[in-house]
């Protein structure tokens, strides 16, 4: 028999030692993602069968449901148990409800703990010794690049816009466009058009939906090209990331690509979609603001734990003459600047013109940087294809199963 794997779910990474401390084992022993869309993404993959979640305090209780709805249909021989630090406010029947097994108070001590953990192995092993799960695996698990930074104006709706429609040209797939910056985007706007569609419409597509219902919330922009983005709407409910998970994910199964433009706050929407990313750009400009802005954007997002292995970064208007160079950015950054988007009239102008620059001005400096961009991250996506047809499934960093974000 394999030894039952239990994975702390949430942030801080130090949830994952006090799962252990309570379990009496050492912390490798325990698996650790930082959210609930990566749990869902390790069921997905599914490589080893999972018996329980631990759900951090800090999982906000709408990731946490659901978490728990998710598991009951793709993984239902796993538990999920949450744990608190404060008393629950009509928690419980809820959670009850969703199917979480068990909640646990942490102020109460460990030992509580550890006896639902106990509980819960059993109950999956039980479980498992009576039926072989298989959750549905998609025929088509497309890439998913995002783009972000954290100080307005960088460029990001322009690399995002321009990216996708060189990504779509380049690799003749189908590919999409999704705006995420839900208060502000303008990601349509680069294409000359506005968005039909309100935020709920497409995040009721949730999990699973067909191929047709899916291409109904899209906006066609161009050859192989569709656009998703809403209305902005500064009264409506701003979704949990764990749903935007599910949406992404959906996305994922209609198109080869998937790029987003991510929100410029680390918003809950925006830290789901960079779990789901298999590349995320940090686009800054040439000005010691900007760069500071990036450094510290990319420290937080590796304190979450986010692979760094994730991240391009992207220096925008990398040609203007003001006293800082690429150099300058890889010493303050401390890591390699992936790409260099010269500053171009043709930019503004194209979006005045609401045609991108990648196909008003296919010749530029500007297309020619965003060409090499793209093709690097299609030829990323076909290796890992290849790896996929080779080994049956993505290859992982580290050959550490369940413990590969560790
Ligand atoms: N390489 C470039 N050369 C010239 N102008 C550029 C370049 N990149 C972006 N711009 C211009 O800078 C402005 C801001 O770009 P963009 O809309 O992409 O920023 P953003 O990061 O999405 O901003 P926001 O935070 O408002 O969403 C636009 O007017 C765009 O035309
Ligand atoms: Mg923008």
Known sequence: MTEPSVIAVGTPQSFRQTLARSLEVESEEVGWVQSATSAEELLVAGREPIDVLV????????????????????????AIIMVRDHTWNGLLPAAMRAGIRDVVDMTQGSEELRDAVERAIQWAANLRSLQVQTADRPTLRGSIFSVFSSKGGAGKTFLTTNLATAIAEISGRDTAVVDLDVDMGDVFTYFGLEPAHQLQDLIELGEGAEHDRVMQTAVRLGEHLYGFGAVPDPAAQVPAGEV???????????????????????????????????????????????????????????????????????????????????????????????????????????????????????????????????????????????????????????????????
């Open 55 to 78: 759900l951090s305090p800090e999982l906000k209780e709408p990731d946490a449901l659901g978490l728990a709805e998710f598991v009951g249909r793709v993984a239902p021989a796993t």
């Open 244 to 406: 935007v998970g599910k949406f992404l994910r959906t996305l994922r199964n209609s198109f080869s690509y998937v790029v987003v433009d991510a929100s410029a706050d680390y918003t809950d929407l925006a830290l789901a979609c960079f779990d789901l990313s298999d590349a995320v750009c940090l686009v800054t400009g040439l000005d010691v603001v900007g760069v500071k802005h990036l450094s510290k954007a990319l420290e937080t997002l590796l304190s979450i734990g986010l692979p760094r292995e994730k991240f391009r970064v992207v220096l925008n208007r990398a040609d203007s003459k003001v006293g800082l160079d690429s150099t300058d950015v890889e010493r303050v950054m401390k890591i390699q600047v992936d790409a260099m988007i010269p500053s171009s009239r043709l930019v503004p102008m194209s979006l005045n013109k609401g045609r991108p620059v990648y196909l008003d001005e296919p010749q530029s400096d500007v297309s020619t940087a965003i060409r090499h961009l793209a093709k690097r991250f299609i030829g990323a996506a076909e290796a890992e294809d290849a790896a996929v047809a080779f080994n049956g499934s993505k290859p992982t960093k580290k050959k550490r199963g369940l413990f590969a974000r560790s």
